[in-house]
């Protein structure tokens, strides 16, 4: 890759967190760093659509003026394949600044934090519609569409405070470098920076000859932006419906010893919500739906969040948590937060021995029935008939119903990732028949029965 060394630390502190989804290419895509140029008459897949900023309007919530960047912004996209280049690639792009020697990963002061930044990128057969992206800027609008054969990312950001740390994760506690000194947390981390502006993104890689991959993924278009230096991937439990992320960071910046606090932001599609789920957007009525809470070890606390809904072509839900204070006793983050001496609040007396878990939890939803599942073929294998079933998006489980004359018999199979029914039989001809089952939460529906098939026990 053509990078600077911090774009490579900047890179993998994201890097780390995508989970890419194998898949075998059948496109060709350019090599691995492999620089975006804007597209031209010559250049027409696979490059930089639109270049825009506002470098005046800082605030959150007002109206962008959109205008030619600031000569000093360069825009680096690629792709890369990480270890197995026989796989779709993942896609990500810098934001970077051209002022003194090569390119800088601080914008300001050309590019002053809260800046923002409007880019359209063709991605060509590449779909963006992927699990799990990852950012480390504020996102403000996501969007994405297929133009005359070709995926388009629009995506609209702000740049934010970053304190960047070296060897500053959740994954060890306490580990010891070779020197011998031992590292808990980010106490002690190798390196640490901080930057006034800053703005990156990846993207998950995605089957893109799929034109709709990965939207049957769990995950699929799920995105989270924040500033902290690292944290476990994002995870989803359908079952307890929350979605839950560990985050680290150091306590304080390295500049002046103030908090360093970061923020979270969680969108989440509403394929996602009816496929993962099984929730109708349209049921879901705002913050009554969720709970949104921090735990430090055997700590937990409500978290405050605003969760409003997105519209668009890929329409969702968006929950943000404006503060996180790193690695410090739930008491203290109230002190830290309200201004008080970060020389005092700073103490390791102060300091958490775990990291941060933030989860967000739907809380009260109306579960969606599961669609029809039906039987796909069928054979016997002794007094058994088993079922081969096409089972429906939100089926956890799949019941069985046979019948002959008045006898009648009942199994019940969990899905367990095998679309297979199976339920043992006598002698005859029986009829039977399926339906879906969705457990979730203590609570189970059913479908409506499938159409009917004899099967023949000997």
């Not at 560990?246 to 996602?272: E, H, L």
């Not at 009525?285 to 055997?298: C, K, L, M, Y």
């Not at 008080?340 to 102060?350: H, I, K, Q, T």
């Not at 969606?368 to 599942?373: A, D, I, N, R, T």
Request: hydrophobic share 30%; with cysteine.
């Amino acid at each position: 890759m053509k990078l600077t060394k911090l774009s490579i630390i900047g890179t993998l502190a994201i890097v780390t967190t995508v989970l890419v989804a194998p898949a075998q290419a059948t496109t060709s895509y350019p090599s691995e760093g492999h620089p975006f140029t804007p597209c031209t008459s010559q250049v027409t897949t696979m490059c930089i659509v639109t270049e825009q900023a506002d470098v005046t309007h800082t605030g959150d919530n007002e109206t962008p003026t959109w205008t030619i960047p600031p000569s000093e912004l360069n825009v680096q996209a690629y792709f890369y394949y990480g270890y197995d280049t026989s796989t779709v690639p993942s896609f990500t792009f810098n934001v970077l600044n051209t002022n003194g020697s090569g390119s800088q990963q601080e914008l300001a002061p050309e590019i002053p934090a809260g800046s923002k930044i409007r880019l359209e990128f063709n991605l060509g057969n590449w779909n963006p519609r992927v699990d799990f992206s990852n950012a480390t800027a504020k996102i403000i609008k996501w969007d994405t569409t297929k133009i005359n054969g070709q995926w388009h990312l629009s995506i609209d950001l702000q740049t934010v405070p970053f304190t960047f740390a070296l060897h500053c994760t959740p994954f060890s506690d306490p580990w010891q470098d070779q020197d011998g000194t031992t590292y808990d947390y980010c106490e002690h981390p190798l390196s640490e920076i901080d930057y006034s502006s800053y703005a990156q993104i990846t993207l998950g890689a995605t089957d893109g000859t799929d034109a709709t991959a990965p939207d049957s993924s769990p995950q699929a278009g799920v995105w989270v932006a924040d500033n902290a230096t690292g944290g476990t991937s994002p995870s989803i439990d359908s079952t307890t419906m929350t979605i839950s992320r560990d985050y680290a960071g150091p306590p304080v910046k390295a500049s002046d010893g103030s908090p360093n606090t970061i923020f979270s932001q969680t969108f989440i599609p509403d394929s996602v919500l009816r496929a993962s789920y099984g929730i109708e957007p349209s049921s879901i009525t705002g913050s009554s739906n969720f709970t949104v809470t921090r735990t430090d070890g055997s700590q937990t606390s409500n978290v405050e969040a605003t969760i409003k809904e997105v519209d668009g072509s890929f329409p969702g839900i968006l929950i943000s948590v404006p503060s996180i204070v790193t690695y410090v006793n739930v008491s203290t983050v109230a002190q830290l937060i309200s201004g008080l001496s970060p020389r005092n609040v700073a103490s390791p007396s102060n300091f958490s021995k775990s990291h941060p878990n933030v989860k967000i939890k739907i809380t009260n939803f109306k579960l969606s029935k599961p669609g029809v599942s039906s039987i796909a073929s069928k054979r016997v294998n002794g007094k058994f008939a088993i079922i081969t079933v096409n089972p429906s998006n939100f089926a956890t489980g799949i019941q069985t119903k046979c019948t002959k004359g008045s006898k009648s018999k009942v199994s019940n199979d969990y899905m367990a990732g095998y679309a297979i029914a199976s339920i043992k039989l006598t002698k005859g001809t029986w009829t039977c028949k399926i339906r879906s089952v969705r457990s979730a939460s203590g609570k189970k529906l059913y479908s409506s029965w499938s159409k009917t098939a004899k099967i023949k026990i000997k």
